[in-house]
């Protein structure tokens, strides 16, 4: 190979790398778009003659890779939790109020802690994994805990660096979240094409952005427009931000595109103001926001703060107004769920809202219909915020014309017309099938068991889990395991190569972990953080089956609801046969938590333990839950109750606290030395 192919490839990778910078982010080019790809064709041939001078972060990368077979899974390093809600002036000035207290439990006074806000994206979330400087993993935010890698698809897009800007120290490893979006003006321009080709267009630019990430063939991602917003960060190491504005002016100097709206250390008046300042630009800006989100700016005051199960305490998402519009209630139908509750569903005129067509709303229930006097071919105002499922605000009554019909909930179950009971919850009245045959409850119990984040059966949609519970297939959990190859390829739309990958399907998903088979099961107010924390609390499912009401109610953020859901789910005697009969199918569940570990007697046990800094040889996360696994109690704050803080590399004030108030503290190897002792 010529010496002067490999100068010119060198040459253009820097040039092109540093040109698309300059046109994404800066936003402001010094070449025209003609040569940009110019020169972008020319290092495509010299990279296609001569593979070994392409690099990891060479912007030929953005023209996408050849298709891949399915999505790997990737574990966060920090779990990527959701946000509480607020809707108003007054659900802030509460947020404000819990801060200030939390805080001041610290021994410490904080009169006035100050915020860093950001318009809410309605895009895609995802995390970008940069180590020394250049993106090797790109991920979903998937459950929270485990995400979908997308890295061949993120690497596409043009506003994302392949790799960091050199201006400073570049950290060993950064974890850089944002949000993927489609902005309007190229979200219109797609569809106009798809359209023009006789493809089906998409519901909304969210939609069409999530859809392009999914993509097998990273290809047709590179030919979506997306673009990327950061905000924040997960796993740090070699790198330190006393502030969110820190952080957000160190990842700008990166190379990632920050916000421009973003507002830096704000007070709590301050905060309301902007609040109203982007609900009214909400229009004019090129892209879809549903809301701010209020973040505490001081790094330090967000460990102390530290998280509920699913949400940060240190930050809020402040949803804007939900978007209204009118239309006429066609029909009120009635769904039966898996837990036999009725729901009243109006079937609507499609209204277009918010970008998205709506043609159904939910009623909850026949009290809700009463109190607002929803009839059948009422003229109806439609609410949609965010995800929320639309729902009727009221109705117009100016607008009768003698048409309406009231609606009378039946007196018994619509699918299996067997007994309705009336439950009194709260102040409403729940109508539930106590029928425990009733298919749709049969059919709603299938689909959960099977779904993505339960076994995760492909092939097993709604539609043919239907046609399965009615031909007589599926009567219970085990049966999905003892499908037969003779009686479905006898089925309508059942052909052989599509039998052949189902049954594959369910063969691979006999091996499942602990969380995943807890959440199948479809136990009352327990979701997929209440059967994460169970399982790592409890390791096996024989300690689960063996545990006291007490035991789960102690369990940090299970509540008495679940707590009593769980432990009489698992002391009935026909859920123990029901699972019985899934193991004799050959189910087993996965060693995925360390089932093995001696929890009775170890160093750690019944400790109250503290983390803090970075730790190399295992990731806190990781840390925590085999702490808890070993019977600790982890905490996120030093108090005098504190037994134990295990300290990492830049510890900070919690070390500095632990000293002062004389609690045992460990570094990382002496963490590592005892924590190999309980398992080896």
């Not at 003659?49 to 050849?66: C, F, Q, Y």
């Not at 809707?87 to 939390?102: A, L, M, P």
């Not at 009567?475 to 190859?485: H, K, R, W």
Request: hydrophobic share 40%; charged share 30%.
């Amino acid at each position: 190979m010529e010496k002067k192919i490999i100068i010119e490839a060198k040459r253009l990778q820097k040039e092109l790398t540093d040109h698309s910078f300059r046109y994404h982010v800066l936003d402001d080019p010094v070449i025209s778009d003609v040569e940009y790809d110019y020169m972008l064709k020319r290092l495509i041939e010299i990279e296609t003659l001569h593979p070994e001078l392409s690099i990891p972060d060479s912007p030929t990368k953005r023209v996408g890779a050849p298709a891949l077979d399915s999505f790997e899974q990737a574990v966060h390093s920090v779990p990527m939790l959701s946000l509480d809600n607020a809707f108003n002036d007054s659900d802030v000035q509460e947020f404000h109020q819990r801060i200030i207290k939390n805080l001041n439990r610290k021994e410490q006074i904080v009169k006035d802690p100050v915020y860093t806000v950001e318009p809410k994206l309605d895009g895609v979330a995802v995390e970008l994994r940069y180590e020394n400087g250049i993106l090797v993993q790109a991920t979903t935010r998937g459950d929270g805990q485990t995400g979908e890698v997308i890295t061949d698809n993120v690497r596409t897009i043009k506003t994302v660096p392949l790799k960091l800007n050199a201006t400073g120290k570049i950290p060993r490893v950064l974890e850089v979240r944002g949000e993927i979006i489609i902005k309007g003006a190229d979200f219109a321009k797609l569809n106009r094409i798809r359209e023009k080709n006789g493809e089906n267009v998409f519901a909304n630019p969210r939609n069409a952005a999530a859809g392009s990430l999914r993509q097998l063939d990273s290809k047709i991602t590179a030919s979506r427009p997306l673009n990327i917003f950061v905000y924040g960060t997960g796993l740090a190491e070699g790198i330190f931000f006393n502030s969110q504005a820190d952080m957000l002016d160190a990842l700008k100097d990166f190379g990632f595109p920050v916000n421009e709206h973003i507002q830096r250390k704000l007070s709590i008046a301050q905060v309301l103001k902007a609040y109203q300042f982007l609900e009214e630009m909400r229009e004019t800006l090129p892209y879809e926001i549903d809301g701010m989100v209020i973040k505490v700016d001081d790094m330090g005051f967000q460990q102390e703060l530290g998280n509920t199960i699913k949400s940060p305490r240190w930050a809020i998402a402040c949803k804007f107004a939900a978007i209204e519009e009118t239309t006429v209630i066609n029909d009120i139908i009635v769904q039966v769920g898996r837990t036999g509750t009725l729901t009243p569903v109006a079937i609507l005129e499609p209204v277009n809202i918010g970008g998205v067509m709506v043609s159904r709303a939910t009623l909850h229930n026949e009290d809700e219909i009463k109190r607002k006097d929803i009839r059948i071919k009422d003229h109806v105002v439609i609410i949609r915020s965010g995800d929320v499922i639309p729902k009727v605000l009221k109705t117009i009554k100016e607008k009768r014309t003698g048409i309406e019909t009231s609606f009378m909930m039946p007196e018994t179950c619509p699918v299996c017309h067997g007994k309705i009971l009336k439950e009194k919850l709260d102040r409403s009245t729940i109508n539930r099938c106590v029928n425990l045959s009733c298919r749709a409850q049969l059919k709603e119990r299938i689909r959960h068991f099977v779904s993505k984040k339960a076994f995760d059966i492909d092939g097993l949609g709604k539609k043919i889990v239907v046609q399965l519970v009615d031909e007589g297939l599926i009567n219970s959990f085990a049966d999905v395991f003892n499908l037969e190859y003779k009686k479905l390829v006898d089925l309508d739309r059942m052909a052989q190569k599509k039998v052949d990958n189902l049954l594959a399907a369910v063969d691979a998903s006999k091996k499942v972990s602990l969380k995943r088979f807890l959440y199948a099961l479809g136990i009352s107010h327990t979701g997929e953080h209440a059967a994460t924390v169970i399982s790592q609390e409890f390791v096996s499912l024989d300690n689960i089956m063996k545990a006291t009401k007490d035991q789960f109610e102690q369990i940090t953020g299970i509540g008495a609801e679940t707590a009593a859901a769980v432990y009489d789910f698992f002391k009935d005697m026909d859920h123990q046969s029901v699972i019985k009969a899934i193991f004799d199918s050959g189910v087993v569940i996965s060693a995925g938590q360390p089932a093995t570990w001696d929890v009775r007697d170890n160093y750690f046990k019944d400790k109250r333990i503290v983390l803090t800094g970075t730790l190399h040889q295992m990731p806190r996360t990781q840390a925590k839950k085999r702490l808890q696994a070993l019977g600790a109690r982890v905490t996120s704050s030093i108090s005098a109750k504190t037994d134990l803080l295990i300290a990492g590399e830049k510890a900070g004030s919690k070390l500095k606290k632990a000293h002062d108030l004389g609690v045992e503290t460990i570094d990382e190897d002496q963490f590592i030395k005892l924590f190999g002792k309980q398992h080896g």
